[in-house]
């Protein structure tokens, strides 16, 4: 910044600076002047620019001010090296004069030996430097002395490295900002900022700098900071829909336990989406160590969307009744049904809370079959068998059979992971959406900050998958009426579920017919491959040819909501063109107007300082005024004139400003100021120190450890022909001991493994 005669300063020529040396270095070992010691080179910076005796500056951090700028031109470093006070009035602290040294300046020996020296020694007895008293009559700060040779070489280029140049400029700070609100890496945001100046010699700002703003700035280091700054979160996102609701848990000392939040859009879509729910709490990624529960249901489109998160202080009875209860009250009734792992502590809490809602455990991820068993090697078989006799089982008598002749024929009775086989699909998925964004060392306010991310993606992947449903309509396989039916109602993604059971009818035969009362028992034959070999699968169906229901004992239609390709056969069998409304779901109608769809996911636009806010509204003004004439160069030559001429204007009316300040106010060293007060005595969690995944009394851990002591005992006993393989470190809850032996896979007592694989069909 420079200073000129019209800002209350006066340039008087430049006096001899080795006149009043003594003075100068009062308290102060005098140095000989020494070889090599120059003045810097002034060339391209403005005389109004370099420091003379007798300039004088309307307040002391102008002053400081200005010899920084000066001293960043000319390639080297400031420091204050000290000040004196007013004597009169000491508590006022008022100064009345101070000496701006260059970093360099005396000289130091370190005492530490030299093979072991971390530090560097920079002083070289400089002697530049700059010395400022106040004037009280004219109450402005005066040039009294003034020493501009160094005794080391300057350089304006190298000084643009210098940690104290090194600045990140608004512009860097708001794109720092956007892009870790947005998971992108460190990194990849310092190579964009680069890449907009032509490299990173052009930037005045370093990769550490960036690392360093986002860990100071957009992090919490603090617990307690960390909890309040999740809570301010909460109050803002209330101010902004009354609809966010949010609660928190704390134990007896007034320590946070556990939070549960739920946006407003995610309230009102539990209206069509909150029939069936998963709930999971296996992720723990943030650095307090606290489980992660969410609430997951399926939309419209087939896809999970989210109905509530929590954050956990334990996975005991006590705090899974409590996020239930404050979900339930903020939802306002419970849902039909609910999935989870093998929680003993999820059991109880759901038959505590929620009695009526039917609670089952979810099927395994079939996935995991291939780390699991893929050492067998007769893998492929094994394989394709499990899925038929798990996805195909018409009943649990069939189910148990075919399971236990699964064992046999494999020799399977003693792996361990199929034995414990658990998951909860739904909320993994989700919780594998959230890896994108958090990692172990995730805050509390990061943590609820992301959540903004997911919401505002998964509302936008709604969005774009209703907007192609408006669009068009996926053609038909055939030219039946009822595929016709489901095209003009089904969304997209749900219609092609239909199409394949449209497509698997092909392999359905009407084998036999028999009259019940009022209704016809079809059986029907499906025809399948498998291993290479045509296997036939029976199914009965109950049709009543007066309301043209039908009912298959298979049940998918019951547990997934899709009709399945033996109703389908039927009622092509009986020439049936339109199906009943009862089996047209307006779950998954592309024509039904929901509410939660005209409500904007929550956004918390205030993470950002107003300053860095304004600076986005003003660059988004500015790109739509350039990019209207960036095409003629005549045009963009006048838009930048009037860019610079605007910056002149603004230039002189903060010079103006600034002279009606009164001087006294800016006379005084400022002092560091208290925090904000604390909005609620709530102490934060403790952090969790641990290396690795935190470990929980899950089920994998107790179900691993019987399993393996069983193992250990047949081991010693038979010794049977299998390939050993990796078990299933995966934290679970313990089982509810009511149905624990009917879980625990014997190949002696022929199964009992149905309870896994239960679907909603009594709901």
Same mark, same amino acid.
């Given at each position: 910044?420079?200073?000129?005669?019209?800002?209350?300063?006066?340039?008087?020529?430049?006096?001899?600076?080795?006149?009043?040396?003594?003075?100068?270095? #009062?308290?102060?070992?005098?140095?000989?002047?020494?070889?090599?010691?120059?003045?810097?080179?002034?060339?391209?910076? $403005?005389?109004?620019?370099?420091?003379?005796?007798?300039?004088?500056?309307?307040?002391?951090?102008?002053?400081?001010? =200005?010899?920084?700028?000066?001293?960043?031109?000319?390639? =080297?470093?400031?420091?204050?090296?000290?000040?004196? *006070?007013?004597?009169?009035?000491?508590?006022?602290?008022?100064?009345?004069?101070?000496?701006?040294?260059?970093?360099?300046?005396?000289?130091?020996?370190?005492?530490?030996?030299?093979?072991?020296?971390?530090?560097?020694?920079?002083?070289?007895?400089?002697?530049?430097?700059?010395?400022?008293?106040?004037?009280?009559?004219?109450?402005?700060?005066?040039?009294?002395?003034?020493?501009?040779?160094?005794?080391?070489?300057?350089?304006?280029?190298?000084?643009?490295?210098?940690?104290?140049?090194?600045?990140?400029?608004?512009?860097?700070?708001?794109?720092?900002?956007?892009?870790?609100?947005?998971?992108?890496?460190?990194?990849?945001?310092?190579?964009?900022?680069?890449?907009?100046?032509?490299?990173?010699?052009?930037?005045?700002?370093?990769?550490?700098?960036?690392?360093?703003?986002?860990?100071?700035?957009?992090?919490?280091?603090?617990?307690?900071?960390?909890?309040?700054?999740?809570?301010?979160?909460?109050?803002?996102?209330?101010?902004?829909?009354?609809?966010?609701?949010?609660?928190?848990?704390?134990?007896?000392?007034?320590?946070?336990?556990?939070?549960?939040?739920?946006?407003?859009?995610?309230?009102?879509?539990?209206?069509?989406?909150?029939?069936?729910?998963? =709930?999971?709490?296996?992720?723990?990624?943030?650095?307090?160590?606290?489980?992660? #529960?969410?609430?997951?249901?399926?939309?419209?489109?087939?896809?999970?969307?989210?109905?509530?998160?929590?954050?956990?202080?334990?996975?005991?009875?006590?705090?899974?009744?409590?996020?239930?209860?404050?979900?339930?009250?903020?939802?306002?009734?419970?849902?039909?049904?609910?999935?989870?792992?093998?929680?003993?502590?999820?059991?109880?809490? &759901?038959?505590?809370?929620?009695?009526?809602?039917?609670?089952?455990?979810?099927?395994?991820?079939?996935?995991?079959?291939?780390?699991?068993?893929?050492?067998?090697?007769?893998?492929?078989?094994?394989?394709?068998?499990?899925?038929?006799?798990?996805?195909?089982?018409?009943?649990?008598?069939?189910?148990?059979?075919?399971?236990?002749? =699964?064992?046999?024929?494999?020799?399977? $009775?003693?792996?361990?992971?199929?034995?414990?086989?658990?998951?909860?699909?739904?909320?993994?998925?989700?919780?594998? *959406?959230? $890896?994108?964004?958090?990692?172990?060392?995730?805050?509390?306010?990061?943590?609820?900050?992301?959540?903004?991310?997911?919401?505002?993606?998964?509302?936008?992947?709604?969005?774009?998958?209703?907007?192609?449903?408006?669009?068009?309509?996926?053609?038909?396989?055939?030219?039946?009426?009822?595929?016709?039916?489901?095209?003009?109602?089904?969304?997209?993604?749900?219609?092609?579920?239909?199409?394949?059971?449209?497509?698997?009818?092909?392999?359905?035969?009407?084998?036999?017919?028999?009259?019940?009362?009022?209704?016809?028992? &079809?059986?029907?034959?499906?025809?399948?491959?498998?291993?290479?070999?045509?296997?036939?699968?029976?199914?009965?169906?109950?049709?009543?040819?007066?309301?043209?229901?039908?009912?298959?004992?298979?049940?998918?239609?019951?547990?997934?909501?899709?009709?399945?390709?033996?109703?389908?056969?039927?009622?092509?069998?009986?020439?049936?063109?339109?199906?009943?409304?009862?089996?047209?779901?307006?779950?998954?109608?592309?024509?039904?107007?929901?509410?939660?769809?005209?409500?904007?996911?929550?956004?918390?636009?205030?993470?950002?300082?107003?300053?860095?806010?304004?600076?986005?509204?003003?660059?988004?003004?500015?790109?739509?005024?350039?990019?209207?004439?960036?095409?003629?160069?005549?045009?963009?030559?006048?838009?930048?004139?009037?860019?610079?001429?605007?910056?002149?204007?603004?230039?002189?009316?903060?010079?103006?400003?600034?002279?009606?300040?009164?001087?006294?106010?800016?006379?005084?060293?400022?002092?560091?100021?208290?925090?904000?007060?604390?909005?609620?005595?709530?102490?934060?969690?403790?952090?969790?120190?641990?290396? $690795?995944?935190?470990?929980?009394?899950?089920?994998?851990?107790?179900?691993?450890?019987?399993?393996?002591?069983?193992?250990?005992?047949?081991?010693?006993?038979?010794?049977?022909?299998?390939?050993?393989?990796?078990?299933?470190?995966?934290?679970?809850?313990?089982?509810?001991?009511?149905?624990?032996?009917?879980?625990?896979?014997?190949?002696?007592?022929?199964?009992?493994?149905?309870?896994?694989?239960?679907?909603?069909?009594?709901?």
């Amino acid at each position: 910044m420079a200073v000129s005669p019209t800002e209350g300063g006066s340039i008087s020529t430049l006096t001899n600076p080795t006149q009043g040396d003594e003075q100068f270095s #009062a308290g102060v070992p005098v140095i000989q002047e020494q070889e090599g010691w120059k003045l810097p080179d002034h060339s391209g910076i $403005g005389e109004e620019e370099i420091p003379v005796v007798g300039m004088n500056f309307g307040s002391l951090p102008l002053a400081q001010k =200005f010899y920084a700028n000066y001293a960043k031109k000319v390639g =080297f470093v400031t420091k204050i090296r000290n000040t004196n *006070f007013d004597m009169t009035r000491k508590e006022s602290k008022i100064p009345v004069n101070q000496s701006i040294y260059c970093t360099r300046e005396g000289y130091r020996e370190s005492r530490v030996n030299a093979a072991t020296r971390a530090n560097r020694i920079t002083a070289t007895r400089c002697r530049a430097r700059m010395y400022v008293v106040l004037d009280k009559e004219n109450e402005c700060w005066v040039v009294s002395r003034l020493e501009l040779r160094h005794s080391h070489p300057c350089s304006s280029k190298k000084a643009v490295h210098y940690h104290e140049y090194r600045e990140l400029t608004m512009h860097a700070k708001c794109v720092i900002t956007d892009n870790d609100e947005a998971g992108i890496r460190p990194n990849k945001t310092y190579l964009a900022l680069a890449n907009e100046v032509g490299g990173s010699a052009n930037l005045g700002f370093s990769e550490k700098d960036v690392r360093n703003y986002i860990t100071c700035n957009l992090r919490c280091s603090d617990d307690n900071e960390d909890f309040q700054g999740m809570m301010n979160y909460f109050v803002r996102m209330k101010e902004i829909n009354p609809n966010f609701f949010y609660a928190i848990d704390v134990d007896d000392a007034n320590k946070f336990r556990s939070a549960l939040w739920v946006d407003a859009r995610c309230r009102a879509s539990y209206e069509y989406y909150g029939d069936v729910v998963s =709930f999971d709490t296996t992720y723990r990624r943030n650095r307090h160590g606290l489980p992660f #529960a969410s609430f997951v249901g399926v939309n419209h489109h087939g896809k999970s969307t989210l109905l509530g998160c929590a954050l956990l202080g334990s996975e005991e009875i006590p705090s899974f009744e409590w996020v239930f209860t404050q979900w339930v009250r903020c939802v306002g009734t419970a849902p039909k049904g609910i999935i989870t792992d093998q929680c003993k502590a999820m059991t109880g809490a &759901i038959r505590n809370v929620l009695p009526d809602t039917v609670h089952r455990w979810c099927i395994w991820h079939m996935k995991k079959s291939q780390f699991k068993l893929g050492g067998y090697a007769r893998y492929g078989e094994l394989s394709a068998m499990m899925s038929h006799i798990v996805w195909n089982s018409p009943s649990t008598e069939s189910f148990e059979s075919d399971w236990a002749s =699964f064992i046999k024929h494999f020799n399977l $009775g003693k792996n361990r992971w199929l034995a414990g086989m658990r998951s909860t699909q739904r909320s993994e998925s989700m919780h594998a *959406f959230y $890896g994108g964004y958090l990692h172990c060392k995730s805050g509390l306010v990061q943590f609820v900050h992301e959540y903004d991310n997911v919401l505002g993606t998964k509302e936008q992947k709604e969005l774009e998958d209703d907007a192609a449903d408006s669009k068009g309509v996926i053609p038909c396989i055939g030219s039946t009426g009822i595929e016709r039916q489901f095209q003009q109602e089904y969304t997209s993604s749900m219609f092609r579920s239909l199409q394949l059971e449209v497509r698997k009818k092909t392999d359905c035969v009407v084998r036999s017919i028999e009259q019940n009362g009022d209704t016809i028992s &079809i059986t029907v034959d499906e025809q399948k491959v498998f291993w290479g070999k045509p296997v036939y699968h029976t199914f009965r169906v109950d049709f009543d040819p007066l309301s043209r229901k039908g009912q298959c004992e298979c049940n998918k239609f019951e547990s997934v909501g899709v009709l399945c390709c033996h109703t389908l056969a039927v009622w092509s069998y009986y020439r049936v063109d339109i199906v009943p409304s009862c089996y047209v779901l307006p779950r998954w109608s592309k024509n039904l107007i929901r509410k939660h769809t005209y409500i904007k996911s929550s956004h918390d636009v205030a993470r950002s300082d107003e300053s860095n806010n304004l600076f986005r509204h003003l660059c988004s003004e500015f790109y739509n005024v350039a990019q209207e004439f960036v095409a003629c160069d005549e045009e963009a030559a006048i838009l930048r004139a009037a860019i610079w001429d605007a910056k002149s204007k603004l230039i002189d009316y903060r010079a103006s400003i600034r002279r009606t300040i009164v001087a006294a106010s800016q006379n005084t060293v400022p002092t560091q100021s208290t925090g904000g007060a604390i909005l609620h005595d709530i102490q934060g969690p403790s952090r969790v120190k641990t290396k $690795g995944r935190p470990r929980g009394k899950r089920l994998g851990a107790e179900l691993d450890k019987s399993i393996k002591k069983s193992m250990q005992k047949r081991n010693k006993r038979s010794h049977p022909d299998e390939v050993d393989l990796p078990s299933d470190n995966d934290h679970h809850g313990p089982l509810n001991k009511g149905i624990e032996d009917s879980t625990m896979w014997n190949s002696s007592d022929g199964g009992g493994f149905m309870h896994l694989l239960n679907s909603f069909r009594h709901i």
